[in-house]
């Protein structure tokens, strides 16, 4: 059974850093894909990061700032945030995809990032 378990989560200031975690079980080789995602309040949720294969892409407000990893041994995927704005602030999810003839998505739960002075 698929699970994805985030954490990491909190408050900073503008500028600070929060570094993300995501749990994957079985294995994170389940997967073809595996990234982040955040929801806004009053925002519909929006893609931030993923990992596919060897390349790493990123949406163009967090590119230079968020950087996207994983440890495979681990089972583990990461998104280190830096340079936080007050933009920044959501709900985080990871997000993984598995192919069986078409895409199905996992979410995690969530975890809260909020940049405030």
């Known amino acids: 059974q698929v699970q994805l378990v985030e954490s990491g989560g909190g408050l900073v200031q503008p500028g600070g850093s929060l570094r993300l975690s995501c749990a994957a079980s079985p294995s994170i080789f389940s997967f073809f894909s595996i990234g982040w995602y955040r929801q806004a309040p009053g925002k519909q949720r929006e893609w931030v990061a993923a990992?596919?294969?060897?390349?790493?892409d990123y949406e163009d407000s967090v590119k230079g700032r968020f950087t996207i990893s994983r440890d495979n041994a681990k089972n583990s995927v990461y998104l280190q945030m830096n340079n936080l704005r007050t933009e920044d602030t959501a709900v985080y999810y990871c997000n993984a995809q598995t192919w069986t003839g078409s895409v199905q998505d996992f979410w995690g739960q969530g975890t809260q990032g909020t940049v405030s002075s």
């Open positions: 990992i596919h294969d060897s390349s790493r």
